[in-house]
């Protein structure tokens, strides 16, 4: 049987068409607002595969959406009408303990990265929810509890294997094709559908700390100013976070190393005054990988909007604390290593950040859409006087805008120079993209 070019006894993987098993579930992602119908999805089991599939799509002129984790709020990895080319079979994970070395499929996820890893006390950075694609994260930046330690993820990629829009197959690294290293370090996924990646790996231990303090909203700004001037002279072990949702303000720290420092460490929080209830959590690096995969579960509406800071002004914390208590905000610390590397030396962008802003509504009922959506641009449009960029993997619906907030001229030209080589036709284009200069 076939489906335009595609021939099913050709593929490793499988060809799924709309009327078929399996089709509905294939297709559904991360956000319950995405409902799009691709024409046909290719599961990928090879890189042989991959080819076939993009050098179908472009026979076909559909377009083409890459699925892994299926974590885009905008549900770019499920193209209308187009060829879905979903890489979740490949998911292999291979790790040489000797040489702090894990070769990663593009199709893995995050948490069969941190269980292959954890197994010899090795990890390397990765996202905070354990069921993130791999390829998303890392080719977008790829923040995690182990960034401030050992810089990003993209960072930690020491070579990339990817499919081009000519469906051939090339190798990236420091020592070979250079440039397109470079703009996979941060340029997301305009540039080729990545099928393996090479990461060094660190002795990070198998232990982690989790410090949590709740204050009132009537004690939470003095709370949130303290918390800001004690993450800025923390340690690399701790990375601090905040959150304010339901009329409750959470500010503390995850600590990945050993607990008992971390808990000295932790007396530093009582300057931040009486809180309403404290919890103190020893874990495992896994445990605490996958102790967010159920509030970030799939099957639920989502929006949301961010920023990045370079400083966090009083005037800021208060305009956070303005936000909608049905809505989840959260600062998240920066600095370390992230800032360590070089900013010209990855196409990642603005490692002066201080704080990453993110205001994310979740919710089931459709009727709500309208207004959840205006609640998340409304403390976005507070905050933004005092941002000074934005991530690339929190980006939604603001376009070229957006992907100027993400990377400013000078690195937007050279991703566009880029594209032009690698992608002219702009066949990767489902993505947070940069377009070709023609």
């Known amino acids: ?31 319950a607002m995405v409902d799009n119908r691709p024409r ?15 050098r179908s799509a472009r026979e076909l002129d559909l377009d083409i959406g890459v699925r892994c984790g299926g974590h885009s709020v905008l549900g770019l990895g499920v193209p209308n009408d187009g060829l879905m080319i979903d890489l979740t079979p ?42 993130t694609g791999v390829g998303g994260l890392t080719l977008g930046g790829g923040m995690g509890w182990l960034a401030r330690q050992y810089g990003l993820s993209c960072d930690n990629v020491q070579s990339f294997e990817l499919v081009t829009a000519e469906g051939t197959v090339l190798r990236a690294s420091a020592e070979e094709n250079p440039e397109l290293y470079w703009g996979l370090r941060g340029g997301g996924g305009n540039f080729g559908i990545v099928t393996e990646f090479e990461f060094a790996l660190h002795a990070t231990g198998t232990q982690a700390l989790s410090v949590e303090l709740d204050f009132p ?63 103190v959590v020893e874990m495992s690096y896994v445990a605490l990988q996958r ?11 989502r929006y949301w909007k961010g920023h990045y800071f370079r400083e966090l002004p009083d005037a800021a914390i208060d305009a956070l604390l303005l936000h909608d208590p049905a809505m989840g905000a959260s600062l998240q610390a920066y600095g370390g290593a992230i800032g360590d590397v070089p900013e010209e030396a990855t196409a990642f962008s603005h490692r002066e950040t201080a704080f990453e802003y993110v205001g994310a509504a979740r919710w089931t009922d459709s009727a709500e859409d309208d207004d959840r959506i205006a609640s998340a641009r409304e403390s976005a449009v507070r905050l933004a006087p005092f941002a000074s960029g934005a991530y690339v993997n929190v980006l939604g619906d603001e376009g070229a805008a957006g992907i100027k907030l993400a990377y400013g001229p000078e690195k937007v030209a050279r991703l566009t120079a880029l594209k032009d080589t690698y992608d002219p036709d702009n066949v990767f284009h489902l993505n947070q993209n940069i377009p070709p200069s023609t």
């Open 1 to 31: 049987m076939t489906a335009g070019t595609i021939q099913r006894d050709e593929l490793d993987g499988q060809l799924i068409l709309p009327d078929e098993p399996g089709y509905d579930e294939v297709r559904q992602v991360w956000n």
């Open 40 to 54: 046909m999805i290719v599961r990928c089991a090879s890189v042989a595969d991959v080819v076939l599939a993009v």
């Open 90 to 131: 490949m998911a292999a994970v291979r790790v040489d303990p000797e040489a702090r070395r894990a070769w990663i499929q593009g199709g893995a996820l995050l948490g069969a990265l941190d269980m292959a890893t954890q197994a010899h006390g090795l990890a390397t950075t990765a996202g905070n929810v354990s069921h």
């Open 217 to 279: 909203m009537d004690r939470a700004g003095d709370a949130l100013r303290t918390w800001r001037d004690i993450s800025a002279r923390a340690p690399r072990e701790a990375t601090y976070t905040a959150v304010v949702s339901g009329g409750i303000a959470t500010a503390g720290f995850v600590w990945v190393g050993d607990p008992d420092a971390g808990r000295q460490h932790a007396a530093q929080l009582g300057a931040l005054g009486l809180s309403d209830a404290e919890r």
């Open 291 to 301: 102790r967010e995969d159920t509030i970030e579960k799939h099957a639920i509406r």
